[in-house]
């Protein structure tokens, strides 16, 4: 008995954990439970292929192609479902039409040359459209289409050499997939959408500002630690940076889902995709300087009083400015309008850069202890070449809000 009741009190926490996890992983984001209900009314819709008997009677077993086609094309986002329902759709078609053209050359030849011929023709176009996926234009945006392709080809033309209606079951089949993949699609465009360029977009913004907010923050902790010999508090500024570090691969398949979405009322047709990769790439490069600069808030520091005045107001106005920048770029990203701020702040960086690389260069350090001043100028340095780099972010942000004819302000 007691036994039984400590098994039945474990079960029951953890169904109270597993339900809290789930509570926890809706509150994160509400879009999650929206995308279950539709994909639930998606298969509810495409299961009438056996609830209705006429549906029933007309395709048959066919129909479950259609709930196979929504569990499989059904993704989060409007990018990733457009992508694999129009891939899915298209391999269908092509591989079916491909299958029917094979199983006619086959039926050319009589006795053991049919299965012969089946099988060279069945080997060559399998191979070659395997090599296919292996090129990065296909792959990026096709691999799920090419790999459909395979699929359907080799089930109609091997299943055709036993059964005369290959025809007719590849019509059938046909049919209920490219009813499945509109169900799909038409559900996940008209339902609370969510729009995988919208998050790109948002992504690229919120690594500028995660930039920006570290070296806001920066300036003042270092110098504080040079100073006083103990830190604020509040040190989320100092990690925000990091997942922009591993976050080249994400950015890649967005942008890659978001070129399927083009009926998206801001970007449209041909948006620029290429470029929000070019401002991510520079501030990736951008992260891995700051990641230089975080290591040197935990050496233990002693640097000379005068050495440090005169290197910290340079320091603290490019910390500043470059980190405004960065912000500004983040703010114009979101709304979609061009930035004249952005300008102020880069050359207000560059007046400091000049500053701080005069401090260094001044002879008076000549004759002081190195291994005193190397981390704090070594510091300098590394802020003075984060100001070309902002630069670049810039110039990448101006074509980018060029090519996709951002807002332009007064």
Known sequence: M????GLALKLWAMAVEFAN???KLGQDDPRRIIHSLKVGVAITLVSLFYYVRQLF???GE??????LTVVLVFEFSVGATLGKGLNRMLATLSAGAVAVGVDQVAT?????GQPIVLGILVFIISATVTFMRFFPALKARYDYGLMIFILTFCLVSVSSYQDDEVLEIAYERLYTIIIGSFIAIIICICVCPVWIGETLQNQIANNLEKLGNFLEGFGREYFRLLEEGHSTDDKSF???????????????TMANLARWELWHYRFGFRHPWNRYLKVGTLTRQCAYRLEDLNGYLKCSLQTPTEFRREIQEPCIQICSESGKALKELASAIKKMRRSTLVNYHIHSSKLAAKNLQSALNNSLWENANLREILPTA????????IVPCTEKIVEAFQELASRARFERMD
Do not use: C, P
Request: proline share 0%.
């Open 57 to 59: 009677d007309r395709f």
């Open 108 to 112: 050319l030849f009589d006795g053991t």
């Open 378 to 385: 070594a510091v300098g340095l590394v802020l003075i070449d």
């Open 21 to 23: 996890k789930m509570k």
């Open 2 to 5: 007691g036994m039984a009741q």
């Open 62 to 67: 066919n129909g479950i192609w259609a709930v």
């Open 238 to 252: 100092l990690h925000g940076y990091k997942s922009v570090l591993t976050s080249k691969d994400k950015e890649e």
